[in-house]
């Protein structure tokens, strides 16, 4: 959480740095909103553990239908293929791995205890039956942050700074309509 925290006001004091301004967000429009407000909900929302696998890809299927209505803001795209990356891993194996050095690396040595009693539902400790761990949270991110992130984590954060940015530097001129959406007003229109 610190780490999103951290993103977003270093996006919004680069957006300043670029001549933007906050009141671009009043103009600015996302498509299908909700989806990402239930898709963050799910991954936040205490469930069994039985269930933590299921909810977890649910709201990534979620979070990925949001990315893919909003193609045409800024940075979109990355956080789009982010999402699919971290979905990539997580339905495989059942959760995100999490590698044992890059625990230790951010300073989360205490959490390995947690992880090896199996105490983590939507996340485990890697092993070798894991497939796809070069994009799991392998990336140690130290102090202040203590966090560990996946290559997905840090394209998603990446397009989340880059759409905080443009949309400061004026949302007017994002059209956030998906292509497909913006194809059929466009042929409605012409067949009338």
Avoid: C
């Amino acid at each position: 959480m610190i780490l999103l925290i951290g993103v977003v006001l270093v996006s919004i004091g680069l957006g300043y740095l670029v001549g933007g301004r906050l009141s671009g967000f009043e103009r600015f429009r996302l498509r299908w909103w909700f989806l990402a407000f239930v898709g963050l909900a799910l991954q936040l929302a205490p469930v069994p553990a039985d269930l933590a696998t299921e909810f977890l890809i649910g709201s990534y299927v979620l979070l990925l239908l949001f990315a893919a209505a909003n193609l045409r803001a800024p940075g979109v795209w990355l956080i789009l293929i982010g999402l699919a990356l971290n979905l990539a891993v997580i339905a495989p194996n059942g959760g995100m791995p999490v590698s044992r050095s890059a625990l230790v690396e951010s300073g989360q040595a205490s959490t390995l205890a947690e992880l090896e009693n199996g105490a983590g539902t939507k996340h485990h400790l890697e092993t070798a039956d894991d497939v796809l761990t070069p994009f799991a949270d392998v990336i140690a991110i130290g102090s202040p942050v203590n966090q560990v992130a996946s290559v997905g984590d840090v394209l998603v954060y990446a397009g989340l700074l880059w759409l905080i940015v443009g949309v400061m530097r004026g949302a007017r001129r994002v059209d956030p309509a998906p292509p497909w959406v913006a194809y059929q007003g466009r042929h409605r229109a012409s067949a009338s």
